[in-house]
Protein backbone atom coordinates (compact mmCIF):
# COMPACT_ATOMS: atom_id res chain seq x y z
CA UNK A 1 0.00 0.00 0.00
CA UNK A 2 1.35 3.68 -0.26
CA UNK A 3 1.49 5.90 1.94
CA UNK A 4 3.07 9.29 3.43
CA UNK A 5 3.63 10.39 6.80
CA UNK A 6 4.30 14.26 7.84
CA UNK A 7 5.77 13.43 11.19
CA UNK A 8 5.17 17.44 11.76
CA UNK A 9 1.70 19.08 12.39
CA UNK A 10 3.04 22.57 12.41
CA UNK A 11 6.53 23.96 11.63
CA UNK A 12 7.29 27.61 12.93
CA UNK A 13 9.68 29.63 11.17
CA UNK A 14 10.95 33.50 11.21
CA UNK A 15 10.36 35.40 7.64
CA UNK A 16 13.81 35.38 5.90
CA UNK A 17 15.06 32.27 7.51
CA UNK A 18 15.05 28.73 5.37
CA UNK A 19 12.26 26.37 6.10
CA UNK A 20 11.97 22.40 5.65
CA UNK A 21 8.74 20.91 5.67
CA UNK A 22 9.17 16.53 6.07
CA UNK A 23 7.74 14.04 4.51
CA UNK A 24 8.59 10.46 4.50
CA UNK A 25 7.14 7.93 1.80
CA UNK A 26 6.14 4.15 1.40
CA UNK A 27 5.40 2.79 -1.75
CA UNK A 28 5.36 -0.29 -3.70
CA UNK A 29 7.58 0.23 -7.19
CA UNK A 30 8.76 3.82 -8.30
CA UNK A 31 7.90 6.55 -6.26
CA UNK A 32 5.58 9.62 -7.75
CA UNK A 33 5.62 12.23 -5.22
CA UNK A 34 4.18 15.73 -5.04
CA UNK A 35 3.96 18.71 -2.48
CA UNK A 36 0.65 20.80 -2.24
CA UNK A 37 -0.38 23.80 -0.84
CA UNK A 38 -3.76 24.99 0.55
CA UNK A 39 -4.60 27.89 2.17
CA UNK A 40 -7.96 28.43 4.29
CA UNK A 41 -10.76 27.32 2.93
CA UNK A 42 -9.44 26.63 -0.38
CA UNK A 43 -8.39 23.87 -2.28
CA UNK A 44 -5.38 22.67 -2.93
CA UNK A 45 -2.71 24.21 -5.66
CA UNK A 46 0.11 21.85 -7.25
CA UNK A 47 3.54 22.80 -5.79
CA UNK A 48 6.10 20.21 -7.50
CA UNK A 49 6.41 16.32 -8.25
CA UNK A 50 8.90 14.45 -8.48
CA UNK A 51 8.36 11.54 -11.16
CA UNK A 52 12.26 10.95 -12.32
CA UNK A 53 15.35 12.49 -12.89
CA UNK A 54 17.33 14.72 -10.88
CA UNK A 55 16.51 14.36 -6.92
CA UNK A 56 16.28 17.92 -6.75
CA UNK A 57 12.92 18.96 -8.18
CA UNK A 58 11.93 23.35 -7.99
CA UNK A 59 8.36 24.04 -7.90
CA UNK A 60 6.21 27.10 -7.61
CA UNK A 61 6.79 29.91 -5.30
CA UNK A 62 10.26 29.33 -4.96
CA UNK A 63 9.92 25.87 -3.32
CA UNK A 64 11.96 23.12 -4.07
CA UNK A 65 12.29 19.19 -3.33
CA UNK A 66 14.67 16.39 -2.65
CA UNK A 67 14.11 13.11 -3.27
CA UNK A 68 15.86 10.54 -1.11
CA UNK A 69 15.42 7.01 -2.32
CA UNK A 70 18.02 6.00 0.74
CA UNK A 71 15.99 7.74 3.22
CA UNK A 72 12.68 7.13 1.51
CA UNK A 73 11.94 11.28 1.94
CA UNK A 74 10.54 13.44 0.16
CA UNK A 75 11.19 17.17 2.37
CA UNK A 76 9.77 20.56 0.78
CA UNK A 77 12.65 23.70 1.28
CA UNK A 78 12.38 27.08 0.52
CA UNK A 79 15.95 29.15 0.89
CA UNK A 80 14.26 32.30 2.80
CA UNK A 81 10.69 31.53 3.91
CA UNK A 82 8.42 35.00 3.41
CA UNK A 83 5.04 35.20 5.34
CA UNK A 84 2.53 34.84 2.65
CA UNK A 85 3.93 31.41 2.45
CA UNK A 86 2.05 30.67 5.67
CA UNK A 87 -0.22 28.08 4.48
CA UNK A 88 -0.94 23.53 5.19
CA UNK A 89 1.31 21.90 2.95
CA UNK A 90 0.48 18.32 1.76
CA UNK A 91 2.99 15.54 0.48
CA UNK A 92 1.10 13.35 -1.91
CA UNK A 93 2.03 9.71 -3.28
CA UNK A 94 0.48 8.62 -6.45
CA UNK A 95 -0.92 4.95 -6.64
CA UNK A 96 -0.29 2.90 -10.02
CA UNK A 97 -4.31 3.57 -10.31
CA UNK A 98 -3.27 6.83 -10.52
CA UNK A 99 -5.09 7.33 -6.93
CA UNK A 100 -3.74 10.03 -5.19
CA UNK A 101 -2.68 9.34 -1.01
CA UNK A 102 -1.86 12.50 1.10
CA UNK A 103 -0.34 13.29 4.63
CA UNK A 104 -2.05 14.65 7.10
CA UNK A 105 -0.38 18.21 6.58
CA UNK A 106 1.55 20.28 8.17
CA UNK A 107 1.16 23.97 9.10
CA UNK A 108 3.61 25.94 8.48
CA UNK A 109 3.56 29.20 10.60
CA UNK A 110 5.94 32.19 8.96
CA UNK A 111 6.91 34.51 11.34
CA UNK A 112 7.24 38.50 10.48
CA UNK B 1 -3.09 25.91 -16.99
CA UNK B 2 -6.09 23.68 -15.81
CA UNK B 3 -9.01 25.21 -13.53
CA UNK B 4 -11.14 23.47 -12.30
CA UNK B 5 -14.47 24.87 -11.10
CA UNK B 6 -16.48 23.90 -7.87
CA UNK B 7 -19.58 25.03 -7.02
CA UNK B 8 -21.01 26.27 -4.70
CA UNK B 9 -18.33 28.17 -2.16
CA UNK B 10 -20.62 27.61 0.60
CA UNK B 11 -23.45 25.91 1.34
CA UNK B 12 -25.97 25.52 4.39
CA UNK B 13 -28.97 23.58 4.34
CA UNK B 14 -31.38 21.57 6.70
CA UNK B 15 -31.38 18.52 8.05
CA UNK B 16 -33.09 15.40 5.52
CA UNK B 17 -32.39 17.54 2.46
CA UNK B 18 -30.61 16.85 -0.46
CA UNK B 19 -27.61 19.01 -1.62
CA UNK B 20 -25.70 18.99 -4.86
CA UNK B 21 -21.69 20.03 -6.12
CA UNK B 22 -20.82 20.53 -9.11
CA UNK B 23 -17.18 20.12 -10.28
CA UNK B 24 -16.11 21.97 -13.84
CA UNK B 25 -13.06 21.73 -15.84
CA UNK B 26 -12.96 24.74 -17.38
CA UNK B 27 -10.34 24.16 -20.09
CA UNK B 28 -9.50 20.44 -20.28
CA UNK B 29 -11.53 17.84 -20.50
CA UNK B 30 -11.22 15.25 -17.44
CA UNK B 31 -11.42 11.98 -17.94
CA UNK B 32 -11.50 11.64 -14.13
CA UNK B 33 -12.67 13.14 -11.60
CA UNK B 34 -11.93 12.48 -7.62
CA UNK B 35 -14.07 13.13 -4.90
CA UNK B 36 -12.31 13.71 -1.42
CA UNK B 37 -13.78 14.87 2.08
CA UNK B 38 -11.49 16.68 4.37
CA UNK B 39 -12.37 17.50 8.41
CA UNK B 40 -10.91 20.13 10.19
CA UNK B 41 -7.06 19.98 10.64
CA UNK B 42 -7.00 17.26 9.08
CA UNK B 43 -6.20 15.41 5.74
CA UNK B 44 -8.02 14.35 2.62
CA UNK B 45 -10.16 11.00 2.99
CA UNK B 46 -10.52 10.44 -1.07
CA UNK B 47 -14.10 9.48 -1.38
CA UNK B 48 -14.61 8.04 -4.82
CA UNK B 49 -13.51 8.03 -8.19
CA UNK B 50 -15.68 9.37 -11.10
CA UNK B 51 -14.88 7.54 -14.80
CA UNK B 52 -16.47 9.65 -17.47
CA UNK B 53 -19.88 8.02 -18.87
CA UNK B 54 -19.14 5.13 -15.88
CA UNK B 55 -20.23 4.71 -12.22
CA UNK B 56 -18.04 5.84 -9.70
CA UNK B 57 -15.60 3.73 -7.86
CA UNK B 58 -16.15 4.29 -3.99
CA UNK B 59 -13.71 4.13 -1.31
CA UNK B 60 -14.09 1.40 1.79
CA UNK B 61 -16.78 2.71 4.16
CA UNK B 62 -18.24 5.45 1.86
CA UNK B 63 -21.75 5.30 1.17
CA UNK B 64 -22.67 4.69 -2.38
CA UNK B 65 -25.67 5.68 -1.67
CA UNK B 66 -25.95 8.39 0.46
CA UNK B 67 -23.15 10.37 -1.97
CA UNK B 68 -24.17 9.72 -5.55
CA UNK B 69 -20.92 10.89 -7.73
CA UNK B 70 -22.37 11.50 -11.55
CA UNK B 71 -19.91 12.19 -14.56
CA UNK B 72 -21.82 12.57 -17.34
CA UNK B 73 -19.59 14.47 -19.20
CA UNK B 74 -16.17 14.80 -19.75
CA UNK B 75 -16.18 18.47 -17.88
CA UNK B 76 -18.72 18.25 -15.22
CA UNK B 77 -18.92 15.93 -12.43
CA UNK B 78 -21.66 16.09 -9.52
CA UNK B 79 -21.72 14.93 -6.20
CA UNK B 80 -25.14 14.57 -4.40
CA UNK B 81 -24.84 14.59 -0.31
CA UNK B 82 -28.55 12.63 -0.10
CA UNK B 83 -31.03 13.40 3.36
CA UNK B 84 -28.52 15.25 4.67
CA UNK B 85 -27.50 15.06 8.37
CA UNK B 86 -25.48 17.14 10.80
CA UNK B 87 -22.28 14.41 10.91
CA UNK B 88 -21.96 15.17 6.99
CA UNK B 89 -20.86 18.66 7.08
CA UNK B 90 -17.47 18.90 6.14
CA UNK B 91 -15.20 20.55 3.39
CA UNK B 92 -15.68 18.71 0.19
CA UNK B 93 -13.43 18.88 -2.76
CA UNK B 94 -13.15 17.65 -6.11
CA UNK B 95 -10.01 17.29 -8.33
CA UNK B 96 -9.39 16.23 -12.10
CA UNK B 97 -7.30 14.71 -14.05
CA UNK B 98 -7.14 15.67 -18.07
CA UNK B 99 -6.15 12.60 -20.91
CA UNK B 100 -2.79 13.94 -20.89
CA UNK B 101 -2.05 14.58 -17.35
CA UNK B 102 -1.77 11.80 -15.20
CA UNK B 103 0.51 12.75 -13.12
CA UNK B 104 -0.96 16.22 -11.78
CA UNK B 105 -4.28 16.54 -10.09
CA UNK B 106 -6.03 19.70 -10.53
CA UNK B 107 -8.34 20.90 -7.77
CA UNK B 108 -10.99 23.07 -7.23
CA UNK B 109 -11.40 25.53 -4.51
CA UNK B 110 -13.61 23.09 -2.48
CA UNK B 111 -17.25 23.31 -1.16
CA UNK B 112 -18.01 23.89 2.41
CA UNK B 113 -21.83 21.72 3.76
CA UNK B 114 -22.87 22.81 6.79
CA UNK B 115 -26.01 20.63 7.55
CA UNK B 116 -28.28 22.08 10.53
Known amino acids: AQSVAQPEDQVNVAEGNPLTVKCTYS??????LFWYVQYPNRGLQFLLK??????LVKGSYGFEAEFNKSQTSFHLKKPSALVSDSALYFC??????????FGSGTKLNVKP | GAVVSQHPSWVICKSGTSVKIECRSL??????MFWYRQFPKQSLMLMAT?????????EQGVEKDKFLINHASLTLSTLTVTSAHPEDSSFYIC????????????FGAGSRLTVL
Open chain 2, 95 to 106: SARGLSGANVLT
Open chain 1, 27 to 32: VSGNPY
Open chain 1, 50 to 55: YITGDN
Open chain 1, 92 to 101: AVRDGFNKFY
Open chain 2, 27 to 32: DFQATT
Open chain 2, 50 to 58: SNEGSKATY
